[in-house]
């Protein structure tokens, strides 16, 4: 539990130390199982939070899928971006790059929680659902940019840290450049496998006139539906 409580702080605080000791290789099986840990409890109780606007059983729900989705999002990605980026050169092993990206995606979880007393402000204040419902959006889309962002800013630091010399550098640029171009191209398709994802597990956020519903049907598509949704709010 402590060595939990300590991760939080650093990944708040202390940043750079954390993944330096990744890159050294510094008890590695036991940050990834903590990042594990954290990321899972901070997705559940977001989870939970978001789907009380329906009921108590749709929080339950969504304090079980929300977690799911963003494991499933990742464990889906997360060999695609390994081996494109092995392939262009990229020397970090296969349990530091899930390290790093598991770390992207507890900040992710750990921005919700910061999020959740505001969630539930407007839970207990709002009877707006199409409101509430964007709200989750906008601070679901905060966490991912600023989850990914810091995964980009590890990687690019990592390779730019993996050459011995200016002169291996400068050798190595156009490689470089190369996965560079690749790892912005993954993040995009790691956003659209978790939007997809998160329209097939819907609903997250249960309607209060509605019935509980574990999943609905299939149809249509998430940027649709936030787009009418920005329309009948303000309409």
């Not at 939990?4 to 890159?23: G, P, Y």
């Not at 993954?186 to 597990?201: E, H, K, N, P, R």
Request: aromatic share 18%; charged share 15%.
């Amino acid at each position: 539990m402590n060595t939990r409580v300590n991760t939080i702080i650093e990944l708040l605080q202390d940043r750079e130390k954390f993944i330096k000791e990744i890159a050294d290789d510094f008890d590695i099986e036991s940050k990834l199982m903590d990042l594990f840990a954290i990321s899972l409890a901070g997705f559940a109780a977001y989870g939970f939070i978001m789907g009380l606007s329906n009921s108590f059983i749709q929080g339950l729900s969504s304090m079980v899928k929300l977690p799911l989705l963003y494991i499933a999002t990742t464990l889906i990605c997360f060999p695609t971006f390994f081996i494109f980026y092995s392939l262009f050169g990229s020397k970090t092993t296969f349990m530091k790059s899930l390290t790093y990206l598991m770390t992207a995606v507890c900040v992710m979880s750990i921005i919700l929680l910061a999020f959740a007393p505001v969630t539930l402000f407007f839970l207990l204040t709002s009877k707006n659902y199409v409101f509430y419902k964007l709200l989750n959006v906008l601070f679901f889309s905060v966490s991912g940019i600023v989850g990914i962002s810091f995964f980009y800013k590890i990687i690019v630091s990592v390779d730019l840290k993996g050459s011995e010399s200016m002169a291996s550098t400068i050798a190595s640029m156009p490689t470089v450049k190369t996965r560079n171009k690749i790892l912005f191209f993954w993040m995009v398709l790691y956003s659209f496998v978790g939007t997809q994802l998160a329209w097939t597990l819907r609903p997250f956020v249960g309607a209060p006139n509605m019935p509980f519903q574990l999943l609905r049907k299939l149809g249509g598509n998430f940027y649709v539906d936030v787009f009418s949704s920005f329309l009948k709010l303000f309409s």
